[in-house]
């Protein structure tokens, strides 16, 4: 598959430039598996980006996105910043967020598609699992033998290594590596933070002293609970903001102001210089995006 050919492949994706304005070569082989879409890639050295341009044209923001490196050299960009990921680490992004991927050389992945809702009440924009943690040894294992035995199966087996993925999925997200490589348990109290925030998004009084009370803990051990993510006043600004673009892009008939105000923004100067800064355009540009597609559909 030449360049031309793969950025049509990969255009609800994300937008795709090749590195030196050389070719590039990639191949694809993609199940689909029910709720689940399993891929065989490889592709040269490219940047990929996924911006609030392609979020708005998208058809998969509802979905997660986990991706296995098997060779090459990867650079990504999520909400925390700019990780390095080498061959055998286990990636994730949640399509309703932006994200970009500079492939370094030659790369070769197994990625997994599957609806949000299949994980939920814990982060997951930009989440690692690094090649040498158990339990990332033992889901890459998983999908390199599901991939070998995949044409062979049976639909009542495919339907049990699905269910199989999803288990091992899990797993590895709710337990937590610590700097020794050991594993405990993933905390409690930030998934029931996680949790109360969605529920309560909408409320312009949510934030740090109000978890306080709510949850019985520290500003510190907040902060502790969402360092990686940027801070909890991060995340919670993030949430908001990538639940205005969802409304933006699910709801033409809802004003923005009302979207904004519904997601719980106090201002919306606050918003407007939020929202620009997150997704490098104006909430008003988002909208005549979406309309701009709704119309070529």
């Not at 399509?95 to 009440?121: C, F, G, Y």
């Not at 905390?187 to 009084?205: A, K, N, Q």
């Amino acid at each position: 598959m030449r360049t031309t050919a793969y950025r049509r492949w990969l255009r609800s994706i994300a937008l795709i430039e090749p590195c030196h304005n050389e070719p590039l070569d990639a191949s694809v082989v993609a199940y689909s598996l029910g709720q689940m879409t399993l891929t065989q890639s490889t592709s040269g050295v490219a940047h990929y980006l996924r911006d609030a341009r392609i979020i708005a044209k998208s058809r998969f923001n509802d979905c997660l996105l986990l991706r296995l490196l098997l060779e090459g050299s990867v650079n990504a960009r999520f909400d925390a910043g700019k990780v390095d990921i080498k061959p055998g680490d286990i990636y994730l992004a949640d399509l309703a967020n932006t994200s970009e991927l500079w492939v370094q050389e030659e790369s070769k992945h197994i990625s997994v598609m599957l609806p949000r809702e299949q994980v939920r009440d814990v982060p997951l924009h930009g989440r690692i699992l690094r090649a040498e943690w158990l339990p990332c040894r033992m889901l890459r294992e998983h999908l390199l033998n599901f991939v070998e035995v995949l044409r062979h199966c049976r639909a009542d087996d495919v339907k049990e290594m699905v269910k199989v993925t999803m288990e091992l999925l899990r797993f590895c997200l709710r337990t937590d590596e610590t700097p020794h490589g050991a594993s405990h348990a993933f905390d409690d109290t930030r998934e029931r933070v996680v949790h109360y925030i969605d529920l309560h998004l909408g409320e312009s009084d949510l934030g740090v002293v109000r978890l306080q009370k709510v949850f019985g803990v520290s500003r510190s051990q907040l902060y502790r609970q969402f360092a990686e993510l940027g801070g909890i006043q991060h995340y919670i600004r993030n949430k908001r903001l990538q639940a205005v673009l969802h409304d933006l892009c699910n709801e033409p008939q809802r004003s923005i102001t009302e979207i904004i105000e519904h997601c719980g923004f106090s201002t919306e100067r606050q918003f407007q210089r939020a929202f620009r800064a997150r997704f490098g355009m104006t909430a008003s540009q988002v909208r005549a995006e979406w309309i701009s597609k709704a119309i070529a559909d």
